[in-house]
């Protein structure tokens, strides 16, 4: 069955269904990481968007039970080159386009990915259709103008959990930790328990005074969708976290929040950062870490080492993303909460910047003594 | 970390002649460090005794010393020039090896010199197989269990541990040599025995086997900040136990996902700093076990290794010079990615494409070479291809190997009905084992029996049964413009199409153009189009968007020499380079095709484009469609092809793009056809009144028994159309005749067998010419030290010539002008001369740069491809000795009588072989060229630069010791003197009793051992064997007879005597 692809400014790819039949929309973005779709499509900080896959053939190894990020795929449709027809590994437990068709994603194959990513590239990320129901580009164009923008959507609440819930710590407990989940992965909270946390899954909308029952030792701002400008409640929390000196932790959307909190602006990338290869250079070692990367939004800082002052004392760039010189974390000097944009759990990705879960729970460590 | 300010001269090694396992990629690598280190503003000064690359041009270093790579001579350029630094891990296993040596008989040391890119301990940490099993323990890695073995006992005991079957390794060297599987306890004698011989250690690892598991290569890159990347993932289609190079091979990986991908790459990291690697580029290998994922570490190589190139092809990540960068001291984020210009070095390449590579071989070369495939590498070349699949990238690849079978279809293809055999025959690797699956297949084998038959993954069986489903389409239905563009998509050549179809090549070209099914071409850009690429680096496939810019210069467009191969190598991609450099400095835009990953010519900043393309006339047909576009676009114009500089590849297609309208620049295919053709050349070389050796042409065997009476016996036949002697054989009588005729199925009226007469103890001698049409500068005129019958290639030879007078020269060099004239060559000429009773007999004519081209230029210090690529665009040779391409007087009729003399020898891969039953190949020498790469020694006087030349290929001569002698007896009286000399040098003589009688009736004292064939158990193989003789002179007995012989030289191949 052929399917379309039209994109806000009128280009149109012609391909095969792939997965779901329908119709779908989203923000077109596209991602370089050349392993982990599945985990790509199950990260919650795609809700929303038609993720655009480089690698060509996808699926390869199926999807099975054990490497999705959240209980169910997030991307509003997937973009492919070439969809494989068997899937090969041990752990496989179904096929790919199966598993997109039991969720109810839309997808389609067979087109030009490379001439798609090249167009996002130079105009930017858009509005995005993909149909398997419609042959007529300029229908599906008139429907595409007519979804939500990204810039100005507030999503986390779209996509958090609705009820609170709790990761034991691996091992002996040794800090308890209140997750503001505004799109977490699975695997931050599992980082986080494997280094002696429990840690406290709570919805986006959480207050002050629930977190504050917990008695955490500290908090974590998770990653998620949507257009840090919007999300207020949030920031409320966590310039309450610093007021009270909490050791705080975020990443990805989570570094915008702590960002804005600061006082400090965001701004909407061109095409964004999605992949497993964008070098961070930490500035107070000098060290490269090849990290794992999706953001559409920034934060706007000086990168040139300066402290910025804030409310909450100052604060400056801890990492740069070198390809662009884009902020890719931030450091308060006199109040013991870092966050980062890119990410350290990885999955899809290199696992070279695991290490900032142990710097978080140094912080922890330091309060408590 | 800035540049290191303490360095200001480095000497860098190069790797030596080409060799099985360590070919031209490390020329790519060593001259991408050259130039980096230059560039940087450090003096580079290099060793390499290897005259075919671009690493030893006068440009490229400060100083070139083309001499032997052994520690010796090293040293003696270290005293020289006083280098502050030595950069030894571009240079392959040869360069390391002679490094570490320096190293650690303190030369290095006392005299100042660090070396940089590599830490001695670091290396026997990752080099040692036994230190590397306790790093890889000791960063929680899992190694294959094993034993170090010193003695055929411990060999034993080990593997009744182990259990059958057993690998069997030697340390410290490189592309498996020596190592093998062993089934049974006949085996294990073979190989291991073989195996103590070959490790200068003495030490051999059994292993247990993983055969079958799933092989995974990653190459790294370290800066000495610690900064570790991941460069290129490569998957093997072939499971462990098939050597990487000799497997087909894929990157992005294609069949693990994200948690067993970086599994791999964390065990890297944890392993490369274990290790201590330095700075610079390494490789891991892994096993994975497809049943639950376990992973072995199989090995690493501390160094840039045969896979870097590849590496660095398939990705665009340069990792030869940005080894030499860190390796003076810069960090990876310091170094801008060329291909982007805006971002920085310290990332990881994102592949939005396959890329494959697949590995040639040249069984035919060594009969009675075991053709299957194990852990030692026998390939001798390789090509790779890009696509947007898997079986795109696939097809495209082995369209690339110009072998016959090497796409699938196309050739003899009557598979019959039962896919039993064809799922046997693919179940033990050998070259074309994806032919048989496909055939299996195609006759209604499953992918599990695949399989399970092979142990390649299921995915890559998948990607082949769409292709076979897609064929049936094909076969069955109309080829309508739909299913057209999906079997293009698939990777599907014209010529494959038309046999499905039955039709020719050029109607299924025909209706493809008509339905506009033509490729575009793509970026090979490092980050998946993420950035915008600053470099045409371009692979053709079927999609909707091409990338290839309009352009205003007037082009040019060079055709490479595709995979290496034995008779066509490096030294035609040295030409190909020679022509892009100096066509660019002419002003001229060049663009390369080609599908060879280990060359300079693929570098994506040699030419101003390159097209990483299979050299068939559909694909080049393309590429000039494609740039013909550009140009209309742009304002310039496609002035024509080079198809003379890469040797017999680029000239196959030569009279075929010309007949479709394709310009080609040079000598025109209707002079090439003369030249080539033996009944037209015959005509040229009456006209000019020039001898050649009598000769005839055979469609039957008749024919050529009839021709064999009349001219006389010997003589020599072979098949017609023929680069470095395929085919090709003395023979003495009619009943060899017989036998050649029925081993050769070639005969037939398609497939004329060429009689000429041999002409015995000839001199036989090359040049090497340019020729404008007027004008002719005579290159070089070489003289073979072994007479005519072995092939060119493989014989040493002299230049200047040594025994031929002026006169002589001055006839070669008339008779080289005529041939020249009557051909009307505009460019390069190569004529092979046979001297015999003071008649020069014309053996050959190449109109096209010969394997000689670089070795001469080297030789004499003038650029011949260069001016060729001028000439062929109308530059005269006049204007280019005004220019100064060209010495403004004389040529290489008029060297000096004491010019220094330079000696050319071949090296020779007999090492590698094996038969079935595992005893070596035999390593007598004919016409048919078996060698693969070439050094050479440059003195003052002949002696000294043929010992050169011999240290360079083969190790230092003996200089005391035991000699056996043996040799036939028409060589016994030449074999006096020499033999004398060396008794009175010291050495203990042994020989045969006929060869004795002769010795001592000239007063030189010898020793009597039997003959082998007498099976007294005197013979002299034990001793060969047991390493108590270090020189061999043997000459073979002419016809029969020749067991004895086979025997003495084998086993002097396996102890490398
Ligand atoms: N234990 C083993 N069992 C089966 N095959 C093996 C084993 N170890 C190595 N091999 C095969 O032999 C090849 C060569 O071995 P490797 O250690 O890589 O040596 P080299 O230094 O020659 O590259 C590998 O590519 C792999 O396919
Ligand atoms: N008539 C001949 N007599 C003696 N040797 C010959 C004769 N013809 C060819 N040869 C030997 O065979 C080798 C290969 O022959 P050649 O014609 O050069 O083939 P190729 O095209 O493979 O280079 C030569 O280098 C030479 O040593
Ligand atoms: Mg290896
Ligand atoms: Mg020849």
Known sequence: ?369 | MPKRTDIQHVLVIGSGPILIGQAAEFDYSGTQACRVLREEGLRVTLINSTPATIMTDPEIADATYLEPITPDYVRKVIEREKPDALLATLGGQTALNAAIALHESGVLAAHGVELIGADVPAIHRGEDRQKFKEVVASIGGESARSSVCRTMDEVLLATADLGYPVVVRPSFTMGGLGSGIAFDEADLHRIAGGGLAASPTAEVLLEESILGWKEYELEMMRDRADNVVVVCAIENVDPMGVHTGDSVTVAPTMTLTDREYQHLRDLSIDIIRAVGVDTGGCNIQYAVNPADGRVIVIEMNPRVSRSSALASKATGFPIAKIAAKLAIGYTLDEIRNDITRVTPASFEPSLDYVVVKVPRFAFEKFPGADPSLTTTMKSVGEAMAFGRTFVEALQKAMRSLEQSPCQFWVGEDDPGTDPAPWLASAAVPHDGRLLDVEKALRLGATAEQVHEATGIDPWFVDQLLALVELRAEIVAGDLDEPLLRRAKRSGCSDAQLAVLKGVAEVEIRALRHQLGVRPVYKTVDTCAAEFAAETPYYYSTYEQESEVAPSSRDKVIILGSGPNRIGQGIEFDYACVHASYALSAAGFETIMINANPETVSTDYDTSDRLYFEPLTVEDVLEVVHAETLSAEQGGGALLGVIVQLGGQTPLRLAQALKDLGVPIVGTPPEAIHLAEERGAFGKVLADAGLPAPRHGMATTFEQAREIADEIGYPVLVRPSYVLGGRGMEIVYDTAMLTDYVQRSTLIGPDAPVLVDRFLEDAVEIDVDALYDGTDLYLGGVMEHIEEAGIHSGDSACALPPITLGRSEILRIRESTQKIAAGVGVRGLLNVQYALKDDVLYVLEANPRASRTVPFVSKATAVPLAKAAARVMLGATIAELRIEGLLPAHGDGADTPYDAPISVKEAVLPFGRFRTVEGKGVDTVLGPEMRSTGEVMGIDAAFGTAFAKSQSAAYGELPTSGTVFVSVANRDKRAMIFPVRRLADLGFTVLATEGTADVLRRNGVTCEVVGKHSEGRGDDVVPRVLAGEVDLIVNTPRGVGGRLDGYEIRTAAVLRGI
């Open chain 1, 1 to 369: 069955m052929s399917a379309l692809l039209v994109l806000e400014d009128g280009r149109t790819f012609t391909g095969e269904a792939f997965g779901a039949v329908g119709e779908t929309f989203g923000e077109a973005v596209f991602c370089t990481a050349m392993t982990g779709y599945q985990e790509t499509l199950t990260d919650p900080s795609f809700h929303r968007q038609v993720v655009v896959m480089t690698a060509p053939q996808i699926g390869n190894t199926g999807v099975n039970d054990t490497d999705p990020e959240s209980s169910k795929i997030w991307v509003s449709g997937f973009v492919v080159r070439d969809a494989s027809r068997v899937s090969s590994s041990w752990r496989a437990q179904r096929d790919l386009g199966d598993e997109l068709a039991t969720q109810g994603v839309v997808g389609i194959s067979g087109i030009d990915t490379r001439a798609l990513t090249r167009h996002l590239r130079e105009r930017g990320s858009m509005r995005v259709g993909v149909s398997s129901t419609e042959t007529d580009p300029a229908a599906l164009l008139e429907r595409v103008l007519q979804s939500p923008q990204m810039a100005g959507a507030d999503l986390a609440h779209e996509v958090s959990t609705r009820q609170a819930y709790v990761v034991p710590a691996v091992g002996a407990k040794r800090f308890t930790v209140a997750a503001i989940d505004l799109g977490i992965k699975a695997s931050t909270p599992r980082h986080l328990a494997d280094l002696g946390c429990e840690v406290h899954v709570l919805p986006a909308w959480t207050t002050w005074e629930q977190v504050e029952a917990l008695a955490p030792d500290g908090v974590f701002l998770s990653n998620g969708p949507g257009d840090p400008a919007t999300t207020d409640g949030p920031v409320a929390l966590t310039r309450k976290v610093l007021e009270t000196g909490l050791p705080l932790f975020g990443i990805c959307f989570g570094n915008q929040i702590l960002g804005r909190a600061l006082g400090l602006d965001t701004y909407k990338l061109r095409y964004g950062h999605r992949g497993a290869n964008q070098p961070v250079q930490d500035r107070a070692t000098g060290r490269v870490h090849v990290t794992s990367q999706n953001h559409g939004f920034a934060v706007q800082a000086p990168t040139d080492g300066t402290a910025v002052d804030t409310p909450y004392g100052p604060v400056v760039v801890s990492h740069v993303g070198l390809n662009d010189d884009c902020v890719e974390g931030l450091r308060c000097l006199e109040r013991p909460a870092f966050s980062v944009q890119h990410h350290p759990e990885a999955a899809p990705g290199p696992h070279d910047a695991g290490g900032l879960f142990e710097d978080f729970v140094r912080l922890m460590e330091a309060q408590r003594a």
